[in-house]
């Protein structure tokens, strides 16, 4: 099995987690066996002793694309919604995941993100009762990717226009679905 890795990078609220779970509903209908690698399940259980400098960021995302490599083959497709924010970490799990690995940039205006706000992070973040949110301090910043296989404007675009853009690259790129 061709495993294939869709490494979902945004914003915190920028629609990450729900397009892969709708994305993997759609597939299994379909016949594909699909495994989520959500970054807050696995910060809030396998990694809960790292933080959110820089370092422990950086050291969570190596950590989320050894369970990826470890897990190739054994699904057709690894979802990973993660924030990932920086280049250096995203571009060390596509050298780990070589041609298994897509890039989707969830791409979301941090405005509209502190508007959906459902998990509060943002509103914590703004009073300082966060430190290091990425997206509000300075500290840690968002590093957009560069040259992503899939942009999705969510500011803009329905969860369903985003999951259809990603059927169709999935379906161009010949990788085996069939609709």
Known sequence: MNT????????????KTTI????????????????????????????????FSPEDIKENNRLISEICKNNLGKFDYIFVPVIS???ESRKLARKKLGKNFIEVYVKCDVNECIKRDTKG????????????????????????PDTP????????????????????????????INF
């Open 85 to 87: 924010p920086f280049k």
């Open 121 to 144: 992070l943002y509103k914590k973040a703004l009073s300082g009762e966060i430190k290091n949110f990425i997206g509000i301090a300075k500290e840690v910043l968002y590093e957009p």
């Open 20 to 51: 892969a779970n709708k994305l993997k509903e759609r597939l299994e209908d379909n016949g594909k066996t699909i495994k989520i690698i959500d970054g807050d399940d696995i910060r809030n259980t396998l990694h809960k002793h790292l933080g």
């Open 149 to 176: 296989e899939l942009i999705l404007s969510t500011s803009e675009e329905t969860t369903e226009e985003s999951i259809s853009k990603i059927i169709i690259y999935l379906d161009s790129s010949k990788k085996n």
């Open 4 to 15: 294939k890795v869709l490494w979902f990078t945004g914003l915190s609220g920028s629609g």
